[in-house]
């Protein structure tokens, strides 16, 4: 259920301070494949990072064990350019819709998500693209 965000809806000019972040001034972005749906990761940003992302269309993260702004791919070369940058109701909850190079995944997988349960096991879904 979403909360009175919802019925105030607003449109027009965007301003990153608008998004709803935690205690931490985070919030949860989840990183999708724009052309096949497939969900490839999730990472956090703050204000700036959003403000990042936006500004110069290369997917900016924030790693919390750092402490500072994390550009997916600068390091790898498995870039993540943004296609289109949403957010849900309640405005606590980012999507990015993206172009992937590469895996999305320090493990080299496509997907962060590349294990299932199944039958009460633990079950790989992909192996690494390297």
């Not at 940058?85 to 962060?112: E, Y």
Request: glycine share 6%; proline share 2%.
């Amino acid at each position: 259920m979403c909360s009175a965000t919802c019925s105030d809806e607003r449109f027009g000019a965007f301003d990153a301070a608008q998004l709803t972040y935690d205690d931490k001034g985070l919030i949860p972005a989840i990183a999708q494949d724009h052309a096949t749906g497939e969900i490839l990761m999730m990472a956090w940003m703050n204000e700036a990072s959003v403000r990042k992302t936006l500004e110069t269309g290369k997917v900016t993260y924030w790693s919390r064990s750092r402490q500072a702004f994390w550009v997916k791919g600068e390091t790898s070369g498995h870039l993540q350019t943004l296609v289109d940058f949403r957010f849900d109701c309640d405005m606590d909850c980012i999507l990015v819709l993206v172009d992937q190079a590469g895996p999305a995944c320090h493990t080299n997988r496509r997907s962060c998500f590349y294990r299932s349960v199944q039958n009460g096991e633990a079950v790989e879904l992909m192996k690494p693209m390297m």
